[in-house]
């Protein structure tokens, strides 16, 4: 018998997702936090999605800037995640204060960050409001990788990294590669 829940208070048993940095440059500041919710929305055109609370520093500096970058790190990084996930934009520079290393973008002005496995330069194309969080739809325009750790098709090479997830509550794995399996039915 499964146990049934009707008084949803802590909502997060959809985990593990895998940890993005988002964020931009606007005018007036440079601020990116950890993101977990987010998600591809579009092959063509290529969009992406991230989910941003309204509260969030990043909600005002991404509005602000009308692009961001979604920049994925390796479990090694942790730390940043922590950095960037449980401190705000609001109290400290968090870019001078963790020497957050960055990277300019190619085609936008928000820059990716050098630890990134993975990053993706996105134009704002649309902010949807979804409860307590804003979809950020960001139009990706440019795709930095470290090199060789997708194979042709774009698959991760499990050997090379392995990304950052998290479980929620402060808890991070990431993922074991003696357990990958090829597929087809
Ligand atoms: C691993 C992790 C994942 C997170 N995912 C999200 C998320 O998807 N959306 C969100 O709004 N906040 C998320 N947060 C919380 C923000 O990262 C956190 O509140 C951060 O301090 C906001 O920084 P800011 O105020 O500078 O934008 C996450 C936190 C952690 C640690």
Known sequence: MKKIITQIEKFQYFYPYSVAIVGAQSQSAVNYMACAWHTALSFSPPLFGVLIAKKRYTHQVISDAKNFTVNFISADRVKL???????????????????????????????????????????LTDIRATGDHDLFVGAVLAIHEEEKCFNADGVLDTGKIRPLLYLGSDFY???????LKHVLP
């Open 81 to 123: 995640s922590a950095q960037m996930g449980r401190k705000s934009g609001l109290d400290m520079d968090k870019v001078k204060e963790f020497q957050v290393r960055l990277s300019p973008s190619k085609i936008i002005k928000s820059p990716v960050l050098e630890e990134a496995y993975v990053a993706f330069e996105c134009k």
């Open 173 to 179: 794995i990431t993922i074991d590669p003696d357990t």
